[in-house]
Each structure stands twice: as structure tokens, then as C-alpha cells.
């Protein structure tokens, strides 16, 4: 089981904000194509992932990154802090 | 010493500077306030962040800067949730031997928490809110650290 977190526009276009998914996938790419399958609000949300960042247990990573460990994966588009 | 606080509530700028300030060995302080501009017909801003994540991140940012440029203090403090136009969103502060290390010091802070410190910033208009959008400016800015 794998903590999932969305912020921002992630957020709303997915409509949660965190849930707890069974996966197989190895990568965060392959968490992705698992996610988009299950329903249109997450194919839009994931439709272009160069418009996303990925954190893994809280450290910014890239989509090819491996699931194994993992506890929680967030997804979220650029930041804008300061 | 570093010091990060994430928070709701609004600072006090001035009595951060000189609680920050007490007993400093180092001869240079240099601070900055970032402050919710206002975009037009905007009402307020709210602010999303990443609860544990940013805390981490911001830590780390303040640690890299504080090694490069031998702070004797750095201090962060970023605000999230719904801010009025004009409120103070953040400040940062470097204390160093002399000020071309202070200066850089925050300029890095700057650079590095505008687009590595997990916050979304939301403008709310009268005819409804929108996402800010990372300009790519903001990430050519790490380039040149």
C-alpha cells in the first residue's frame, strides 16, 4: 500500500487530496499509467506528466524512480513558493 | 543556527529582524520580506503547501546556504493558507562576516524557495481563482548557483 498525495490544480482535477492505493507498478511511471486507467478525472490530470513534479517519501524525484519502499508519492505541478 | 517556521499566522518583520539580530558575532544582516502583490482585481491569495515536506525542503535549502556562505544564523519564515493583499507572505535573513556572503546567501534562499520549497500560490479574484503559474525565469535562476 502506497500513500498518494496531490496538491493544486492535481488536486482539484483529481478531487481528493491523499488515498491509499494497492499497486504493482515498480516505477512512479508505472503508478501513473495505473492511475490514468482508472477514470477520466485522472487521465486529465496526468494527460501531460512534463506539466507535473513528483515527490517520493517527501524528496522531489523523477518519474522513472522505483516504487520499492515507497510510502508515500505526491504529485503536484511546479511550485511557486517564496 | 537555523531556524524555519511554516506557519499561518502573521510576523512582525521588525522584531523578527531584531530578535535575530541579539547577540550576533557576525557584522552583516541582510533580510527580505516577500509581500502578496496585488494583481488587479485580486481579493486575496491562498496558499497550498506539503505538511512535512516543506519543513524538510525549506531546511535543506537553509543548510546548503548556510555551509556555502558560513552564516552564523539563517532564518525562513514562509506563511501558507488565505493572505490579504499587502500581508507579508515570508521573510528570510542571513547573518555572515560581511555583507557580499549575507547578500548571496539570501539571494540563494530566494531562488532556491521559490521554486523547490513544495508551496502552490492561488490568486482570488472577484470573477473567480487561478493557479500561479512557475515562470521558467524562476528555474534558470538555480542556473547560476
Redesign the interface.
Known sequence: MIDI?Y???V?ERIGLPRERVDTEATTVAGLVDELRAREDRYALAFADISALRV?VD???ADFDAPLVGVREV?F??????? | MIGVRVQTEAFDAGAELNAFSEGLQAGAVVTFSGLVRDAGSMIAMEIEHYPGMTERAIAAIAEDAAARWSLERVLVIHRHGRLQVGAPIMMVATAARHRAAAFQAAEFLMDYLKSRAPFWKKEIGADGAEWVAAKASDEDALTRW
Open positions: 498525495l496538491f493544486a490544480w488536486r515527490a517527501q524528496e522531489l505526491a503536484f505541478p511546479p511550485m511557486t513558493g517564496g
